[in-house]
């Protein structure tokens, strides 16, 4: 599986960012594509999380009700996006995708509605967002 994150930018408080993550190589078998953050001096977080067999979402509590994450599926790759609204300075980060989730993984996933790092094996190169 291969990932490329596109759509960053910079954009002033309250304003929108789509972000796309083009997977390659990928199938459904591979159960989850993801978005993360990382800010300086933080940790990497999950951001939001698709289903891509069954189209659940999950998102952390920091974007819910403002991110928005969807799939469109063709026959060679699935791209995921980010669609980011009501943006504030805390959401400034480097965002990766990150696909595959172990069936394991992926069943206490929907389960739970948590997921994290360890859940994912691929990982792209992050496209950053900064807002001021």
């Known amino acids: 599986v291969q990932l490329v994150e596109s759509g960053g930018d910079s954009v002033q408080t309250g304003g929108s960012l789509r972000l796309s993550c083009v997977a390659s190589g990928y199938t459904d078998a591979s159960n989850c594509i993801a978005w993360f953050r990382q800010a300086p001096g933080q940790a990497r977080e999950g951001v939001a999380l698709i289903y891509t067999g069954g189209g659940s979402t999950f998102y952390s509590d920091s974007v819910k009700g403002r991110f928005t994450i969807s799939q469109e599926k063709d026959k060679n790759k699935n791209t995921v996006s980010l669609q980011m609204s009501s943006l504030h300075p805390n959401d400034t980060g480097l965002y990766y995708c990150?696909?595959?989730?172990?069936?394991?993984?992926?069943?206490?996933?929907?389960?739970?509605?948590?997921?994290?790092?360890?859940?994912?094996?691929?990982w792209g190169q992050g496209t950053q967002v900064t807002v001021s």
């Open positions: 990150a696909a595959e989730c172990p069936i394991g993984n992926m069943v206490r996933i929907l389960g739970s509605g948590t997921w994290g790092p360890a859940d994912v094996r691929y």
